[in-house]
């Protein structure tokens, strides 16, 4: 179980998008949830996005500041994930 830093429910891992920062500091959509780096989850749901961006709880998690540019860059992975 894990837990979305948006609308902070436990959910298993398989209902869950991973949000990777890599050692260069880098934030990218993990699809897999294997790749190496410093990881937090998100739903599927857009809306936990927006809630995880107005909370901070992404920042908390991954432990650096976020830009709002890396924001719409990954609403736009996640929806073309969903498609």
């Known amino acids: 179980m894990r837990k979305c830093v948006g609308c902070n ?3 298993s891992k398989k ?6 920062k890599t050692p260069e500091e880098e934030i990218l ?3 897999t949830g294997r790749k190496n780096g410093r990881g937090a989850y998100l ?3 857009p809306e936990c996005l927006v ?7 992404l920042e908390r998690s991954l432990g650096m500041k ?7 860059n990954l609403k736009k ?3 073309a994930f969903e498609q």
């Open 66 to 72: 976020i830009p709002e540019e890396i924001y719409e």
């Open 9 to 11: 429910e436990m959910k």
């Open 43 to 45: 739903c599927k749901n």
């Open 29 to 31: 959509l993990d699809i």
């Open 77 to 79: 992975e996640m929806d």
């Open 51 to 57: 809630m995880a961006a107005r909370n901070k709880g």
């Open 15 to 20: 209902e869950l998008i991973r949000i990777l």
